[in-house]
C-alpha cells in the first residue's frame, strides 16, 4: 500500500506542478512592465513542474507515465515559444 500512496503522492504532485507552470504561461503578458518578473516566475514553475514530473517519472504506472509524458511535451513546447518570443 505505501508504493501505490506514493505513487498516487507524486502524480498528483506532478500534475499540480505542470498545471501551476501552464497558468504561468498563460498569465504572462509580454508588453507589461513586469514581463522580466513574469518569465522569471514562470522559469521557475516550469524547472519545478519538471523535477516533480522526473520525481512521479520513478514509480508511475503506465497511464500515468503517459499523461506524465505529455506533461513534458506540454512544457517543453513552452519552453521553445518564449524562447521564440524572445
Do not use: C, W
Not at 523535477?51 to 512544457?75: F, G, H, M, P, V
Request: aromatic share 8%; charged share 25%; no cysteine.
Amino acid at each position: 500500500m505505501p508504493y501505490n500512496k506514493n505513487n498516487q503522492q507524486s502524480f498528483q504532485a506532478a500534475q499540480q506542478g505542470a498545471t501551476q507552470a501552464f497558468d504561468a504561461y498563460d498569465n504572462i503578458v509580454k508588453d507589461r512592465a513586469d514581463y522580466g518578473h513574469q518569465l522569471k516566475h514562470l522559469t521557475e514553475e516550469v524547472n519545478e513542474a519538471y523535477q516533480q514530473i522526473n520525481n512521479a517519472l520513478e514509480n508511475a504506472s503506465e497511464t500515468q507515465r503517459e499523461r506524465l509524458e505529455q506533461y513534458q511535451r506540454d512544457l517543453e513546447q513552452i519552453v521553445r515559444d518564449v524562447n521564440q518570443s524572445e
